[in-house]
């Protein structure tokens, strides 16, 4: 219920000297053993973001040796990401992939006895006997399959009209499901009229979603329940005697809030129930049974508000089924627990786990029944911090967890579980391993006095390359929610690209502002009953003028972007102050009366938040409302919106575009998503959405008066052309200046400050005044040296500037050399063609007729070179060049134009003359334990 709650929250302390306190907590990016293969390996783009690989839904196998779980990966072809079941050992290192193809393959339940897991999955059913094919398209979508995880293809279990809703296992033979009823006449006949119109809270015609049980063997479903509501959640007892069911009362409850759900007990035996928590005060947002069935445990959200759940936290409450008793669970902990976590608490043999909330970060705490209490133990060390969700076997003795930093992309782990710490973890999943080796940005927690005076918390991220003293750029980036968080965690994607933006040479701060979660309840009830903008604006300003006053930002060169509540607040900053040069508001409210009356939970969402409803307060909204205060806004801004948008109406977008449009003080550019809900979720829409963006903080940030020309093709000649351009030329050489001579140029490319070109002849006779020089071939690359003669040329250059210049080593440099143009100054280019060893050796022999010493060379940059925005020359030709080995001996990489550039010729040497060398500049890279 909340505007695009993004699972994250953290930053700084007065500003940024108190984000010091943190550092303790702060973990070391994790960097790669080997070094990155490719260009694309370490410069991050679109692609990395569009739908980075995720794992969820870990449940462990009876026996506590294997994890069932869900991997999320892109699919190309079908323009959405796709699901797949995996399964784990928790005993050795060993995955097993157990389903695959285009389907959405969620929700893994194992047996009882350990034998199956059932799933749920919109994957084509299989043709049903000729005599019933005229049913097959009845069919729901998202049906129940069941496969043997130790070998076999899923089948199928249910063939439903409609989707199953939940389900549960009751024992090894018969599970209990959650799904709609069977049409009924007035839906047929709606078919039949091929009329797809409806009626809004039509309970009259809306299919209850009622209790079945299913027969694992024979596929036989039996009603169990009769009920006219809508089941939304059930939970079976270990021992399958009873269940708990929460049944949705009204249509409107999410738009609302009036009507509550109720929670009702059933014997899954005699069939009858009793209805639990009748008071209201309860309402099951996840159900976890007791390992011997006594009892339960419900987290269930709390608002100090008579009717609306709104801002909240999270708490935990016992039933016990003996006593028929319900008690809140005292946890000893102010904020309760963490509101975000898939699951925030796992079931032991002596009580739970719970993550509890703590700002930027989980606590993770052990909880033992104590007689009618529970005695809380922190889980300490450096392995029980950063873990953002959980899952415990029944034994206890083994946890399955996620961990992450801001920045240290996340994988799942396992580990022994003791008393009050976590054992050595052992990495389950090897997501996402391409973003692993690019290198991630630095940050920190971070804290600033905001509205009122008090404190507030989120990210800070530092640029690629941060000089301290330096002022940059900042994109202020802005969760939705409001009840949300920016966390210390790495969450990445479409909405957030983090690492393109400090790539691009900016701080990026992620505030967690007034109303956000994991604060306790008073701070996310704080923006309440019409405070709505009046604390969020300046707790966000205040963090931005912080950031300012410590000289990191230059305040000249700002930004600001958000999705859902985020881009809700970016628009109100665009109305409060003309500093931002740059803005993406995705999915967010302009004119509140239409929320309230167009999104699906807008009546819950603004009564709460502004205090009364707008045939209350009409003036209250029209304050409220952005846009009738447009007329102060300078914000070159980029609007996205999806048309199926229900959590805030693509009518918004478009008041936002046509404001903006019609006034003309600040340009515009709106991008529809067709078919789009509140997140796009096509990968074509994501990467327009990234690729819009990022173009439009290039033309307004980044690069002003540089825009983008949709006709030029960066690869094209005359992209190169214009990059070529840039090349620094001093006299007759490429080079910089070092002290009255030409030094050669480096840049950044591939995270290290390497020679543009190979070092020419006329540098090198600076350095050997013995060297000689043909005319007209000063830009020609130094050949014919040795080892020894390119090192003692890097010394003397280190020397006479100051600085270091060095060879590259092997592990450096072979990456390097992979990464080369289309065409380089190889025996291919003399030859026409490309030659076999045979040819090469017979070309060779007629090479020896020309008189000029090594005639194949030609001027450095005389190819194209490669590179996004600085271009690097002659990396698969002209002279081959010298490396160090891991032992400090001398290796020749890169091709030569007496060689053929053919990858299969591992053992290709170039001839002595053909031999020369490039500088690195600085230290040599750590390498990684």
């Known amino acids: 219920m909340q505007k695009h709650g993004k699972c994250a929250g953290g930053i700084s302390a007065g500003l940024i000297a108190a984000a010091l306190f943190f550092a303790s907590y702060r973990l070391s990016l994790a960097q790669p053993e080997d070094p990155p293969e490719t260009a694309a390996d370490t410069r991050w783009t679109v692609d990395d973001f569009i739908a980075p690989e995720s794992a969820d839904e870990f449940h462990i196998s009876p026996d506590g040796q294997w994890v069932a779980w869900v991997k999320t990966v892109p699919d190309i072809d079908k323009d959405e990401s796709v699901s797949h079941l995996h399964l784990s050992s928790l005993k050795e290192k060993k995955d097993i992939q157990l389903t695959r193809g285009p389907n959405k393959d969620e929700s893994p339940h194992w047996s009882p006895d350990g034998r199956l897991v059932a799933f749920l999955s919109d994957r084509a059913l299989p043709k049903k006997p000729a005599k019933d094919e005229a049913a097959d398209d ?36 018969t599970i209990l499901i959650a799904a709609e009823e069977d049409p009924s006449l007035y839906e047929h006949n709606l078919k039949e009229k091929k009329d797809d119109s409806r009626a809004v809270d039509d309970a009259a015609h809306t299919p209850p979603v009622r209790l079945f049980k299913l027969d694992v063997k024979t596929q036989e479903v039996t009603r169990f329940t009769r009920n006219d509501d809508w089941i939304q959640l059930l939970a079976v007892s270990p021992d399958g005697t009873k269940a708990v069911a929460v049944h949705q009362r009204s249509l409107s409850y999410e738009y609302d809030q009036r009507v509550k759900p109720v929670t009702f007990l059933y014997d899954l035996t005699s069939g009858k129930s009793q209805q639990l928590f009748t008071d209201g005060k309860v309402l099951p947002a996840k159900i976890r049974w007791k390992l011997d069935s006594t009892g339960f445990y419900a987290v269930s959200p709390y608002s100090t508000h008579p009717v609306y759940r709104q801002a909240v936290v999270d708490q935990l409450y016992y039933y016990d089924l003996p006593d028929q008793h319900t008690v809140k669970v005292d946890l000893a902990w102010e904020n309760e627990l963490g ?103 630095k940050s920190e927690v971070a804290r600033w006095k905001g509205a009122g005076d008090e404190e507030v918390e989120g990210i800070l991220y530092y640029p690629q390359g941060y000089v301290a003293g330096k002022k940059y750029a900042l994109v202020v980036m802005i969760h939705g929610g409001p009840l949300g968080a920016d966390m210390d965690l790495w969450d990445e994607d479409y909405a957030y690209p983090i690492n393109l933006y400090t790539q691009r040479g900016a701080f990026v701060l992620q505030p967690n502002y007034h109303g956000s979660d994991n604060y306790g309840l008073a701070w996310a009830e704080s923006i309440g009953g019409g405070k709505y903008y009046d604390l969020e604006v300046p707790d966000i300003e205040k963090g931005v003028e912080a950031l300012i006053a410590h000289g990191f930002v230059d305040p000249e060169r700002m930004g600001v972007l958000g999705w859902s509540n985020g881009a809700i607040l970016t628009i109100a900053l665009t109305v409060h102050s003309t500093r931002y040069k740059v803005a993406s508001a995705g999915a967010g409210d302009v004119e509140q009366t239409s929320d309230w009356a167009y999104a699906d939970f807008g009546a819950a969402f603004d009564n709460y938040y502004f205090g009364a409803a707008p045939y209350e307060d009409p003036e209250l909204y029209i304050r409220k409302s952005p846009l009738y205060q447009f007329s102060k806004v300078r914000t070159p801004t980029i609007i996205f919106s999806g048309t199926d948008d229900r959590a805030v109406g693509h009518v918004q977008a478009w008041e936002h575009f046509r404001a903006l449009e019609q006034l003309g003080l600040a340009n515009t550019r709106f991008i529809v998503l067709p078919g789009e809900p509140h997140g796009p979720r096509k990968l074509s829409h994501r990467r327009r959405k990234l690729e819009e963006e990022q173009a439009w903080f290039d033309k307004y940030l980044f690069k002003p008066g540089l825009a983008a020309n949709e006709a030029l093709r960066a690869d094209s000649p005359l992209g190169e052309l214009i990059k070529r351009q840039r090349i620094k030329k001093v006299g007759l050489d490429y080079g910089v200046e070092v002290k009255s001579m030409l030094a050669p140029e480096t840049i950044a490319h591939k995270g290290l400050a390497i020679g543009r070109f190979e070092v020419t002849r006329a540098q090198y006779a600076a350095f050997d005044r013995n060297y000689r020089v043909e005319p007209g071939t000063e830009n020609y690359p130094v050949n014919g040296i040795t080892f020894e003669q390119a090192q003692a040329y890097c010394a003397w250059l280190s020397k006479l500037s100051g600085e270091t210049y060095r060879l590259g080593s092997e592990a450096e440099m072979t990456p390097v050399y992979k990464a080369t143009a289309a065409s380089e100054n190889t025996l291919d280019y003399w030859a026409g063609y490309k030659p076999n060893p045979d040819d090469a050796a017979r070309l060779e022999a007629k090479t020896k007729d020309l008189t000029r010493p090594a005639p194949l060379l030609k001027e450095v940059g005389s190819f194209r070179g490669v590179g996004e925005e600085e271009l690097v020359f002659d990396l698969g030709g002209n002279v081959a060049e010298w490396c160090v080995t891991k032992d400090g001996k001398g290796k020749t990489l890169g091709g030569s134009a007496d060689q053929p550039a053919d990858p299969k010729a591992t053992d290709a040497q170039p001839g002595a003359a053909y031999v020369g060398f490039r500088v690195v500049k600085g230290a040599p890279q750590a390498t990684a334990k």
Do not use: C, H, M
Request: net charge neutral; aromatic share 10%; charged share 25%.
């Open 138 to 173: 009845e069919s729901s979508k998202t049906q129940l399959w069941l496969i043997n995880p130790f070998g076999g293809e899923p089948w199928l279990l249910t063939r439903s009209e409609r989707a199953v809703k939940d389900f549960d296992w009751i024992d090894a033979e």
């Open 339 to 441: 509101i975000d976590a898939r699951n925030e608490i796992a079931i032991t043999p002596e009580g739970f786990l719970a993550l509890l909330a703590a700002g930027a970060r989980y606590r993770l705490a052990r909880f033992t029944r104590d007689g009618a209490t529970w005695k809380r133990t922190g889980i300490e060390g450096e392995n029980a911090t950063n873990i953002f969700d959980i899952e415990v076997s029944k034994d206890g003795r083994t946890i399955v967890y996620n961990s992450s930093t801001a920045s240290r992309p996340g994988q799942w782990f396992r580990a022994s579980l003791g008393e009050n710490t976590l054992g050595a973890p052992i990495a389950l999943t090897e997501l996402n391993p391409s973003i692993q080796k690019k290198p991630a940005a």
